[in-house]
């Protein structure tokens, strides 16, 4: 393979540079009284390296839910992540790690 040619992922980015966090199609479901609410449903979502997002939306339309989702914090139940797919680059260690920090735990 010649230096101008280089191995290509679906989204056109050279293999091996993934986003930092792909979300696709990620459902996020709550069982009430009332029945099933879908406060997340079919979210699509890509953050690359050195990107900055911000999600913006009207009051209960599912951005809190988005982010519980991707963090694996709903809780369950009444909640349940239905279906999608969250594909992230972050090691766990590290990001168990930043959240001691946070706390003010010293790392192990």
Same mark, same amino acid.
């Given at each position: 393979?010649?230096? %101008?040619?280089?191995?290509?992922? #679906?989204?056109? +980015?050279?293999?091996? %540079? *993934? &986003?930092?966090?792909?979300?696709?199609? #990620? +459902?996020? !479901?709550? &069982?009430?009284?009332?029945?099933?609410? !879908?406060? =997340?449903?079919? /979210?699509?979502? @890509? =953050? %690359?390296?050195? %990107?900055?997002?911000?999600?913006?939306?009207?009051?209960?339309?599912?951005?809190? /839910? @988005? *982010? #519980?989702?991707? #963090? +694996?914090?709903? *809780?369950?139940?009444?909640?349940?992540?239905?279906?999608?797919?969250?594909?992230?680059?972050?090691?766990?260690?590290?990001?168990? !790690?930043?959240?001691?920090?946070?706390?003010?735990?010293?790392? *192990?």
């Amino acid at each position: 393979m010649s230096r %101008e040619t280089r191995a290509m992922d #679906l989204d056109d +980015k050279p293999a091996g %540079e *993934a &986003a930092l966090l792909d979300i696709r199609g #990620l +459902k996020t !479901h709550f &069982a009430t009284d009332d029945g099933i609410v !879908h406060a =997340v449903d079919g /979210v699509d979502l @890509t =953050v %690359e390296r050195g %990107e900055t997002v911000c999600v913006v939306g009207e009051s209960g339309c599912g951005k809190t /839910v @988005t *982010a #519980l989702s991707v #963090l +694996k914090l709903i *809780a369950m139940p009444p909640g349940r992540i239905v279906g999608g797919q969250i594909l992230d680059d972050l090691a766990q260690p590290r990001l168990h !790690h930043r959240r001691s920090d946070r706390r003010g735990h010293r790392p *192990a």
